[in-house]
Structures are given as structure tokens and as C-alpha cells.
């Protein structure tokens, strides 16, 4: 017959992870993965005048940057989310949640450019790429590029995956105080009595110089 020792040690081996634990990993990376992929995205051309409509109309062979545009707004934007993401590894409490907010702003913000440069304002960027190549502007038509759907989709999965931070973020665990920068806390517990007063480097080297040694009580 089992004793009681085997009934209540069973238990606590296959207890579930937290969900904050669960979730943390797969959420940051998606969060980084997204924010750096948008970031490649919106340095390349996201609205181009394609080669048989440049030369229909007449214009010179160029070079597709020559005829395309470009967000950089969207690029910057990804840099801040992919910055705030690595800045939440290694914060704590409100400062975390702050941070997290603000990979929520700038991935929206990336979404939110993308949207307007490449759908509100395409016939605006139609007419400045005209000027440029030296086209009438009606003759000119733009297209989008696979950087502007790929800066689309990455900038959602940023903003999803900054949603779940701001929602999860209490869950999560944090980096220990260990991290923490010398002096950031006052040491909890006084030193014990009778123990050598503390040396600044200074008076150590001073100490070395002399001739003595500076471990001796």
C-alpha cells in the first residue's frame, strides 16, 4: 500500500509552465522577426514606374532605383520597434509596459505609412517620379513591388505580436537584479559587524604603491 509520501510528491514535476512563460518566447521573437523584416522592407522601393511603361513614353532606360520610391518613414519606424523590443528584455515593472506600448505605436505607425504612401498617395508619387524622369505626368503609371506587401504583412505581425506585449507583459518573467547596474539598489541587508570598511580603487592603488598589502584587515 503507498505510503503518503507518494501521493503528494507527484505533482509538482508536471505542473504547467505559467502562461506568461509560455507565451513570451514565441510572442518577442514574432516581435522581432516582424520589426526586422519591415525594416529591410522600408529601405527598398516600395512604388515603381515599370521599364515597358517608361519606355512606351518615351523616357530613357534607368535604373530601378532611378524609378521607384521609396518609405523611408516606414524603415525608421521599424527600427524603433525593433529597438523597444530589445529594450523590454532587459527592463521591468511600468518601464516594460511603457516600452511595449511604444513597439505597439511604431508598428502601427509602419502600417499606417505604408497604407497612405502606397494606396492614398500613389498618384502623387505617379506625378513626382514623372517630374523626375522628365515624363508627362498622365503617361506615367506606378506599381506596387512584393517590398510593399512584404513591409504591409510584417508591420501586422509587429502589431500583433506588440499588442500581446502590452497584454501579457505582467506574466513574463523578468531579468534578475544581478543585471542590475552597481548602486541601482541599496543593499538590503547592513554589512556585518566588525567587517573592513569598503576601499575605493583609489586608496588600493595607493596602498599597492606603498609597499602593502590592501586585503589585510
Known amino acids: 500500500m503507498p505510503g503518503p509520501a507518494s501521493t503528494t510528491g507527484c505533482s509538482v514535476a508536471e505542473r ?3 502562461a506568461g512563460r509560455r507565451t513570451f518566447g514565441p510572442t ?27 519606355t512606351a513614353a518615351g523616357g530613357l532606360a534607368r535604373t ?12 525608421a519606424l521599424a527600427l524603433v520597434a525593433l ?9 521591468r515593472g511600468v518601464v516594460r509596459r511603457i516600452v511595449a506600448v511604444l513597439a505597439l505605436v511604431a508598428a502601427a505607425g509602419i502600417g499606417v ?3 497612405v504612401g502606397g494606396f492614398v498617395q500613389d498618384d502623387t508619387a505617379a506625378g513626382d517620379l514623372a517630374i523626375r524622369l522628365g515624363l508627362n505626368a498622365s503617361a506615367v ?29 505582467p506574466e513574463w518573467p523578468e531579468m534578475g537584479t544581478r543585471y542590475d547596474a ?21 586608496d ?3 596602498s599597492l604603491d606603498e609597499g602593502s598589502d590592501p586585503t589585510e584587515s
Do not use: C, Y
Not at 83 to 91: D, I, P, Q
Not at 141 to 167: D, K, M, N
Open 141 to 169: 503609371e506606378v506599381e506596387r513591388t512584393p517590398w510593399l506587401w512584404i513591409a504591409l504583412l510584417t508591420s501586422l505581425v509587429a502589431f500583433l505580436a506588440a499588442g500581446a506585449a502590452v497584454r501579457m507583459v
Open 28 to 54: 518577442v521573437l514574432l516581435g522581432i522577426a516582424g520589426s526586422g523584416f519591415a525594416a529591410v522592407a522600408g529601405h527598398k522601393e516600395m512604388l515603381t514606374v515599370p521599364e515597358s511603361t517608361l
Open 83 to 91: 529597438a523597444a523590443w530589445g529594450v523590454l528584455l532587459v527592463t
Open 64 to 75: 530601378v532605383q532611378d524609378r521607384s520610391v521609396e518609405f523611408p518613414l516606414a524603415g
Open 113 to 115: 505609412v505604408v497604407v
Open 182 to 202: 552597481p548602486g541601482a539598489a541599496a543593499d538590503a541587508s547592513p554589512p556585518p559587524a566588525g567587517a573592513p570598511e569598503d576601499r575605493s580603487n583609489l
Open 204 to 206: 588600493l592603488w595607493k
Open 16 to 18: 504547467p509552465a505559467p
